[in-house]
């Protein structure tokens, strides 16, 4: 059974950084492509960020160069670091696994505001 538990989130001033954690049970984590999908109100989820078992990674147009995910097998972890954000990143960010089929966490509030 995979599970996904996003922790992080929160308000921050435009400008500002947020880092994203998502612990993931998952059998052979190292093995998975993981990633990052948003949410913001009316729009539908959409990738932000992604990493492959190779280390490789593919982001958004609109994080890129501000956005970084890396992951941490030994800790079966994937963060997303978040920085330069704008109010138009407020989304609820969810954690993403590729076992099989697409798992989901359950999100986590990320709200940009002054």
């Known amino acids: 059974q995979v599970q996904l538990v996003e922790s992080g989130g929160g308000l921050v001033q435009p400008g500002g950084s947020l880092r994203l954690s998502c612990a993931a049970s998952?059998?052979?984590?190292?093995?998975?492509?993981m990633g990052w999908y948003r949410q913001a109100p009316g729009k539908q989820r959409e990738l932000v960020a992604r990493?492959?078992?190779?280390?490789?990674?593919v982001y958004a147009l609109s994080v890129k160069g501000r956005f970084t995910i890396s992951r941490d097998n030994a800790k079966n972890t994937v963060f997303l670091q978040m920085n330069s954000l704008k109010p138009e990143d407020t989304a609820v960010y969810y954690c993403?696994?590729?076992?099989?089929?697409?798992?989901w966490g359950q999100g986590t509030q990320v709200t940009v505001s002054s």
């Open positions: 993403n696994a590729v076992v099989g089929y697409d798992h």
């Open positions: 998952i059998r052979n984590f190292s093995l998975y492509t």
């Open positions: 990493i492959f078992s190779s280390g490789n990674t």
